[in-house]
């Protein structure tokens, strides 16, 4: 079986700091990992994904996410939050083992104070 | 521009009626997918399809209802028996069922309220 669990439901950071959003997976083979980002009343948009490629993986609109297998972790940074990158955001994890199926974790909610 | 459709964006059913959520893709993908949203839930698989005329369900299936007669489209019906239907539906697409590391792409979503 295959997990996500995201810690915090809502991070709030100043416009300008760094933006830090945790996610552990849970995963008995090799997981594919991704970050998907969410406006309000609209659909998921892939920020990232990691494939078993470079453990450190850069992706849209300035965020990036490492892959610590001994941590089991992929978190999602950005060095300095702007406005606009208030929204919802989802980790998820697929593996063989589950047919190569997402799973998502239940999201975190990113609040930018001005 | 190539991409997911759903329609229409907000719908307001009364109990008891049944209502349809379109969802059109111009991908050329195999697999398809519904999913339900509720605050501080994630998304919750529905129901999801691999190729034409055949699809199977999810983890909450209970009270809907799907048909993929076309590659393109794949339709969610949410009966009656639905007990709290009441949420934001997404869509999604893959290329095909099962490959590694292949995301999915999701369409901008469809928000049922039952008064």
């Known amino acids: 079986a295959q997990s996500v669990t995201q810690l915090g439901s809502h991070v709030s950071v100043s416009e300008g700091a760094l933006v830090l959003l945790r996610c552990n997976y849970s995963?008995?083979?090799?997981?594919?990992l991704f970050w998907y980002v969410q406006y309000p009343n609209q659909g998921l948009q892939l920020l990232l994904k990691y494939t078993s490629a470079a453990t450190l993986v850069k992706g849209i609109n300035g965020f990036e996410a490492e892959f610590k297998k001994s941590e089991t972790s992929f978190h999602l940074t950005k060095p300095s939050a702007h406005m606009s990158d208030a929204a919802e955001y989802f980790c998820?994890?697929?593996?063989?083992?589950?047919?190569?199926?997402?799973?998502f974790g239940g999201g975190t909610r990113l609040m930018v104070k001005p | 521009d190539g991409g997911i459709t759903q329609s229409p964006k907000y719908l307001f059913r009364k109990e008891g009626q049944n209502v349809t959520l379109s969802c059109e893709q111009n991908l050329n993908h195999d697999a398809m997918y519904w999913y339900r949203q509720d605050p501080g839930q994630g998304l919750r698989l529905i129901y999801y399809s691999q190729i034409v005329n055949d699809f199977q369900k999810g983890d909450i299936a209970e009270g809907y209802s799907v048909s993929r007669e076309k590659k393109e489209s794949f339709p969610l019906t949410v009966t009656s028996a639905q007990k709290n239907p009441t949420a934001f539906y997404l869509c999604a697409s893959s290329i095909y069922l099962g490959k590694k590391g292949g995301e999915l792409f999701f369409g901008e979503g469809s928000r049922l309220t039952v008064l």
């Open positions: 995963s008995s083979v090799p997981p594919y």
């Open positions: 998820a994890v697929s593996s063989f083992n589950a047919g190569n199926m997402l799973t």
